[in-house]
């Protein structure tokens, strides 16, 4: 069995290393101990699944998925990685070439796979506007290619101030101190096509006045080959990893949660457990994320010598969202439905209109996105005929919900309940106006909101993407290494939002890990054919955690 519940099993050692956390960020640290290194890793997961954002729910008839509703990159470097990380199992199917459409009221525009046609195709709605869009391209794939190199600094030199990593490092901080506006207002002068070129922010959760130019150069180059989405659903991702680890001679538990981190002459030795139990291991990899990692499993007087904590509440977590997760009992065929994401603006400033809505829930809301799982997965059909699912999504600030803290899952109160059915309402009408021919049609539907992440994900602010994405946040140095000796971070927060960023993360702390392998790990084009690609520099060997026997 790959996985076990905690509450019925007890992992029995000894471990090469112990790794919080079961989402993709710790899984690919995990699995490539295991392939890799030959590592025997302990994987424990306090959900009762694994793969944090990449795992999928289930009701009678369906299932959804929580996080990943497209990636791109699935044939270039992202997806070699990830091939590696689950044995071969997670197999990608492509989106149509228009992978996302940004709607406005009067007129919607298609982002289509491939930098040509994307440009050709957003020209003949802006005639006069291909230089500009091809400006676009050319600072978004500038800005992209740097940013490995200066997270592969970053973790050798143990510093961004280091020789090489000063160098690396000063190119990207170019382009992540200047906000998305910043960086696109003097290239792309029309409002309009601003508006577009800049409509996936959703993907990284924080609006262009505000959000660092890098994750925006980051997330659109990376669908600049087009969109996909895993055969089987996203939860063929952990359970690939998982059979990897188990193949080793790890072990992955669920329900097992961690109290903190075991140390001993200021070393990370192990992790205790809710129940007091104590489980060692000479190296401790969190995927918790670093303000978990800092507040809940440290000892204050640790966590302050990191020298982390300050900056990390400054910086503070991303957005927190509602999901409406919809099901229907006909086909997609039936429906008229494809796997195109439509990403629907509200009329007028965007800064605006978030703003309204952020300061009231009564408003209009700002942007809604729509996915359509079962029609991007086509082994959906064989698995759930007739059924078809959609999802529906907006951003929303934790603090409407503060109201209700301390109260439990599905027992928070009528007002709670009212509130939800007020925001589904309004979610379904964004539905139907793009969609009207599933008014009507609805089998299925449930809202989950920052109080069911915070639940389910252990994430307190119900955020999505860790830190925020400011441009101070690409300053903190936040890398794999810890001033704890044998404390290693992993996952999204030492590189990047989404999936490919928690991946990334997780090869960065096995190339911190293991050094030896840095050239192997890091040779993949992380882009492909837009050459995406590492150039670490040389650092300090980092010599491999001591093998453990075999049970």
């Not at 064989?382 to 603090?399: A, D, G, Q, W």
Request: hydrophobic share 35%.
């Amino acid at each position: 069995m790959s996985v076990r519940s905690y509450k019925r099993h007890t992992p029995e050692g000894p471990w090469d290393a112990i790794v919080i956390g079961s989402g993709i960020g710790g899984l690919t640290a995990a699995s490539l101990l295991s392939r890799r290194a030959k590592q025997r890793v302990l994987v424990l997961e306090r959900h009762y699944t694994t793969g944090g954002y990449t795992h999928v729910f289930k009701r009678p008839g369906y299932e959804w998925d929580v996080g990943i509703h497209y990636v791109g990159d699935a044939d270039g470097g992202v997806g070699a990685i990830i091939d590696e990380v689950t044995g071969g199992l997670a197999k990608w199917a492509p989106l149509p070439d228009c992978y996302d459409r940004i709607v406005f009221s009067d007129q919607s525009y298609d982002m289509v796979r491939g930098h040509e046609a994307f440009i050709d195709t957003l020209a003949k709605q802006f005639p006069g506007g291909r230089e500009s869009i091809e400006g676009y391209i050319d600072i978004v794939r500038k800005t992209a290619k740097l940013a490995p190199a200066h997270f592969a600094a970053r973790q050798f030199q143990g510093t961004v101030t280091g020789p090489i990593g000063s160098a690396v490092s000063a190119q990207f901080f170019q382009y992540s101190d200047r906000t998305v506006e910043e960086a696109l207002r003097p290239v792309v002068r029309d409002p309009r096509l601003f508006d577009v070129l800049t409509g996936q922010w959703g993907d990284y959760g924080l609006s262009p006045r505000h959000a660092s130019f890098a994750i925006h150069a980051m997330t659109g180059n990376h669908f600049l080959g087009g969109g996909f989405y895993p055969v089987g659903g996203p939860g063929v991702l952990a359970d690939g990893a998982a059979e990897v680890i188990s193949d080793a001679g790890g072990e992955l538990f669920t329900n097992a949660d961690v109290e903190g981190v075991l140390l001993e002459g200021g070393h990370a030795v192990g992790v205790t457990m809710a129940d007091g139990k104590t489980f060692r291991a000479p190296v401790v990899i969190s995927d918790a994320g670093v303000p978990i990692t800092l507040n809940r499993l440290l000892p204050r007087e640790v966590a302050e010598k990191t020298g982390l904590l300050s900056g990390v509440k400054r910086i503070g977590p991303s957005s927190a969202h509602l999901c409406l997760h919809l099901g229907f009992k006909k086909s997609d065929e039936e429906l008229g439905l494809t796997g195109t994401n439509l990403w629907v603006y509200a009329d007028g400033d965007r800064e605006e209109a978030v703003r309204r809505f952020t300061a009231d829930p009564e408003a209009d809301l700002p942007l809604t996105f729509i996915s359509f799982p079962s029609a991007k997965d086509p082994s959906w059909s064989e698995r759930y005929p007739n059924k078809s699912t959609v999802e529906v999504i907006t951003l929303v600030p934790m603090k409407w919900f503060e109201q209700w803290a301390g109260t439990r899952w599905m027992k928070r109160g009528s007002d709670y309940d009212d509130f939800k059915e007020r925001m589904t309402q309004r979610l379904l009408e964004k539905l139907f106006e793009q969609c009207p021919q599933l008014r009507g049609e609805v089998d299925h539907c449930e809202l989950s909101t920052p109080l069911t992440t915070a639940h389910f994900a252990a994430h307190p602010d119900g955020e999505m993407y860790g830190l925020t994405h400011t441009p101070a946040r690409f300053r903190l140095p936040l890398r794999a290494r810890t001033t704890v000796p044998g404390l290693y971070l992993t996952g999204a927060d030492i590189a990047t939002a989404g999936v490919a960023g928690a991946v990334i993360g997780g090869v960065l702390t096995v190339g911190t890990l293991i050094h030896d392998r840095w050239p192997s790990l890091l040779r993949t084009r992380f882009g492909g054919r837009r050459g995406f690609s590492v150039a670490p520099g040389r650092g300090q060997p980092s010599a491999p955690p001591p093998r453990a026997s075999a049970r």
